[in-house]
């Protein structure tokens, strides 16, 4: 009997016909199609090794693919090399992919050593057609699509392993977990292994730590976040920026309680729709309570404090809320995905005739907000109305319009998601790309039509009647945690001045000799606004400067004998170059103006 394995969990039926190749296939599309098929060719080098593997899922991701496995034994990096030769010797030998459609019966017999199979077709529909794919010995329960040979699989390198929970559920077992990436050439590897080594130099969990940024405690709570004076001032003065930005934007800032009664999340829908991502709910005066995952029906009760006229819209309500949503401890990483976190959010209620510009502004405000923390590039969707949907078929039409309208008119470019909105309104989201040219999910532009309705929103018109507004959810940055997660690794850590936590680090030669100047100058610095400190240690001067650069301090002042007596300092950048000696009322107007224009 031939060994089998799986490659996607999913509910859907099995293709009933082998996937047939289209001219117009996209190079993603393609190179989606040869990691679906390096998944396989990895899979049965797996077995070859350890046949008595059992198989659970295997799909194509971004940039790569991955398998999961249950072995008899812990893998060991030995072990990727020697699956990686296997999967040489496959490919070279050519095997074709062969499709072959089977029944229920038929694939519980074959999987019938494999729990893990056996319980995914058990999940399968009664009348579901079930179809394989095999190269050499090795066939997989799979729904394609395949290149036609494994000679066509390309460069493939395994990276890493890593643990990974049976249907990502901590109480099923343990799995381990293969990663891979492949590609057409052994230099688009290369340059992809490249870019990974990057990434791991700039994961931000890293650098927190050695910046001293945050911290993550498990004892005390998981996926929860420990700000520390640096990373808590950078917070501050990055919330200092939103709140001047979006009172200068025309937005008001409110605040709102951390808890709500079961009524405000029944109302909202939370409570039926979002219940197994709220956290349990605490009894107050027999009454149940829950703490808040999200900050929208707060602002809607703000809003039905008073009856509302046409004249008082459009309002624009913003809050950075802290707002907690349980995640499984299996997906937690970092800033990236957290339990507790800040969400920088709006909520715009306008009237029809208002939503065009107000979808406008909105747009460039975020890109606006968005300019001084270095991002310039962006991927950005327009998501519309799903088959399942609350609201009027002409209240999506305008509403989409709107959005649609807001970006052909800033000339911005994007792609067209049919079908992509949630259930409740059609939406815009951008995404921000850093240095390394990943997209990080940043801004969204939301409208609503669920909840206007479900908590009976009106305001009164110029007819004397009432209307519904339109409701706009609008998150700039994301979460505050997420985004500087996202800020460590487009830096490096090497943020731009305006946003350092350490401006200067002032460095006197001798201790005995500069340091009251060393004082002098740390006084100046402060008054003029800007961040020093001075480092008065007792190592070398060569050990401070390289401390300041691991630091990713973007100014360092040297001061021995000449500056002191000259009133001046002699400069160097953390990237190394030396700016020579310089009069310290030049240098703070230099530091000044870089800071002013958020360069």
């Not at 100046?524 to 606004?529: D, H, P, V």
């Amino acid at each position: 009997m031939s060994h089998l394995g799986i490659e996607k969990e999913t509910e859907v039926d099995y293709a009933p016909h082998p996937y047939a190749v289209d001219d117009t296939e996209s190079e993603d599309a393609y190179l989606a199609r040869m990691r679906h098929s390096a998944a396989h060719l990895m899979a049965g080098a797996v077995l070859q090794l350890f046949p008595d593997a059992k198989f659970a899922i295997g799909p194509a991701i971004d940039d790569g693919f991955y398998y999961d496995f249950d072995l008899p034994r812990a893998l060991t990096p030995e072990d990727l090399a020697a699956i990686e030769q296997r999967m040489a010797a496959d490919r070279a030998a050519n095997y074709p992919y062969e499709y072959a459609a089977i029944s229920r019966a038929e694939a519980l017999e074959l999987f019938r050593d494999q729990p893990y199979k056996v319980e995914l077709i058990q999940g399968l529909p009664e009348d579901a057609t079930i179809s394989t794919y095999q190269h050499g010995a090795f066939r997989d329960l799979c729904r394609g699509p395949h290149v036609p040979a494994t000679g066509a699989v390309g460069v493939v390198k395994l990276l890493s392993i890593a643990g990974a929970y049976w249907r990502g559920d901590e109480k099923r077992p343990m799995l381990q977990r293969i990663y891979g990436t492949a590609w057409r050439s052994e230099a688009d590897v290369a340059a992809y292994v490249h870019k990974i080594e990057e990434a791991a130099r700039r994961d931000h969990r890293k650098l927190g730590r050695e910046l001293d940024l945050f911290s993550i405690h498990e004892e005390a709570g998981a996926g929860l976040i420990y700000w520390h004076p640096k990373g808590g001032l950078m917070r501050v003065v990055a919330e200092n920026y939103w709140r001047e930005a979006h009172l200068n934007g025309g937005y008001d800032i409110v605040f709102s309680p951390h808890i709500g009664r079961a009524w405000l999340w029944e109302t909202s829908g939370h409570l039926g729709f979002y219940r197994e991502n709220m956290y349990p709910a605490i009894e107050m005066d027999n009454q149940e309570f829950f703490v808040k995952p999200m900050n929208c029906p707060f602002h809607i009760m703000m809003y039905k404090t008073k009856r509302r006229s046409y004249r008082e819209l459009p309002l624009r309500w913003a809050e950075l809320g802290t707002v907690y949503r349980y995640e499984r401890s299996g997906v937690l990483h970092g800033l990236l995905r957290v339990r507790g976190f800040t969400q920088d959010d709006a909520h715009l209620f306008c009237r029809p005739d208002q939503m065009h510009d107000e979808v406008l502004r909105v747009v460039d405000f975020s890109l606006e907000v968005l300019q001084p923390f270095g991002f310039h590039d962006y991927e950005i969707y327009l998501s519309t109305r799903p088959e399942k949907a609350v609201g009027e078929p002409a209240q999506w039409e305008a509403a989409e319009a709107a959005l649609r309208q807001a970006l052909q008119e800033r000339g911005l470019p994007f792609e067209v998601d049919a079908g992509g909105g949630a259930f409740y309104g059609p939406k815009i989201d951008m995404k921000i790309k850093d240095s390394l040219g990943r997209a990080w999910q940043c801004t969204t532009i939301q409208f609503d039509f669920n909840m206007p309705e479900r908590f009976d929103m009106t305001f009164i018109g110029e007819d004397g009647k009432e209307h519904r507004p339109y409701m706009i959810h609008r998150a700039l940055l994301g979460s505050m945690e997420r985004f500087f997660g996202c800020l460590i690794e487009h830096y490096a850590g090497a943020f731009p001045l305006w946003l350092s936590p350490v401006q200067a680090v002032i460095i006197p030669i001798s201790d005995v000799k500069h340091l009251d100047y060393a004082r002098q100058v740390l006084a100046q610095l402060k008054a003029a606004g800007l961040r020093a400190e001075i480092d008065d240690s007792k190592e070398r001067m060569g050990a401070k400067i390289r401390q300041a650069q691991m630091q990713k301090v973007p100014y360092m002042l040297i001061l021995g004998d000449k500056e002191r007596d000259s009133a001046t300092v002699s400069i160097r950048q953390r990237s190394g170059e030396d700016l020579g000696v310089q009069p310290l009322a030049t240098l703070i107007a230099r530091m000044q103006d870089e800071v002013g224009r958020k360069v």
